[in-house]
């Protein structure tokens, strides 16, 4: 696996636009109140000009957004690439974008949401460590716990363990140890790649998965879809992070995530946590997809081990 450059201050990062497009009519403005969160780290920003594009609900055609990306990363002066927000658009992409010389111009990226599809092609298949942590469109990135570990992580300095912004513990749900290499994203997204050259491989990895704005019906299929594949028999522990917004349709007559989660997990035989605060919400961990972490469910700890 190969640890990209840690980003500092006075570092230069492209902002970037590969998934779905701003929505709000002074896109313009957005795109430089980005940069300028970026700039406030002390980072040199280079935007591409896509940013602003709309294209439908894409941040311009597919093969703009591909070539975005890859000149970002093909780009020498530009020693990090950051996803200015998700949406969708990412797997409309993923025969366009040129891993080989993205395996020779190793750099970090960082983004959540729909920008899982890259972030599971480059660790998995370009053995890339990759960030899932926040976007300047969404993300405040204002002093505190959420910023502490987004600057440590890309600061090649993680955090020894992955823990909550808020000090929450984390919980349970099925008892046992594991270690491996830290995979996955969003549930939608991972789902949506089974099948394809560039899903992943679970075999002694620890997935982690979130989602936003779905159904519990939704989130019950996705699960399924996932066990049904192997994909969760197959890895070596689950991490569950937020399921934001995420109702029963029918309260009287629906499970709660609660109960989908018992009676998935109960079919599976390996260890899960939940509760992680990473995913889409204000306070979120930043997490180094790549390195190698040892979890321990009953404690409730995940720690960096590689």
């Not at 500092?8 to 980005?34: F, M, R, Y």
């Not at 993205?102 to 750099?107: A, F, G, L, S, V």
């Not at 522990?237 to 029963?248: K, P, Q």
Request: hydrophobic fraction near 40%; glycine fraction near 12%; charged fraction near 20%.
């Amino acid at each position: 696996m190969m640890i990209p450059k840690p980003l500092s201050p006075g570092d230069t990062v492209a902002l970037v636009g590969p998934s779905g497009c701003i929505h709000e009519e002074n896109a313009q403005e957005l795109v430089k109140a980005s940069a300028e969160k970026l700039r406030a780290l002390g980072f040199c920003v280079k935007v591409d000009e896509g940013c602003a594009s709309r294209y439908g609900y894409l941040c311009g055609t597919d093969a703009e957004r591909a070539e975005a990306l890859n000149r970002a990363f093909a780009d020498d002066a530009v020693d990090g690439v950051w996803c200015i927000k998700g949406g969708y658009g990412c797997t409309r992409i993923m025969d366009m974008i040129d891993w080989n010389m993205i395996r020779r111009h190793p750099k970090a990226l960082i983004g959540f949401s729909d920008i899982t599809a890259l972030h599971v092609m480059l660790n998995e298949h370009v053995g890339l460590c990759t960030f899932h942590g926040p976007m300047p469109k969404s993300s405040p990135m204002q002093p505190g716990a959420t910023l502490d570990s987004l600057l440590h992580a890309i600061g090649g300095a993680p955090d020894a363990a992955l823990h909550n912004p808020d000090g929450s513990p984390l919980q349970c749900l099925r008892e046992g140890v594991a270690e491996g290499r830290l995979v996955g994203g969003n549930l939608t997204l991972v789902t949506s790649l089974v099948g394809t050259p560039y899903g992943l491989e679970p075999e002694g990895k620890l997935l982690f998965l979130e989602d936003v704005g779905e159904r519990t019906y939704v989130i019950d299929r996705y699960l399924h879809q996932l066990y049904n594949a192997g994909i969760l028999s197959r890895c070596a522990g689950i991490i569950l992070g937020g399921f934001t917004d995420c109702e029963v349709e029918d309260p009287a007559a629906g499970l709660t995530l609660d109960e989908i989660f018992r009676d998935v997990f109960a079919r599976v035989h390996v260890p899960v946590i939940s509760g992680l605060q990473a995913g889409h919400m204000r306070e979120m961990a930043t997490l180094p997809l790549g390195r190698r972490y040892r979890m321990d469910a009953v404690r409730g700890e995940i720690m960096l081990i590689e």
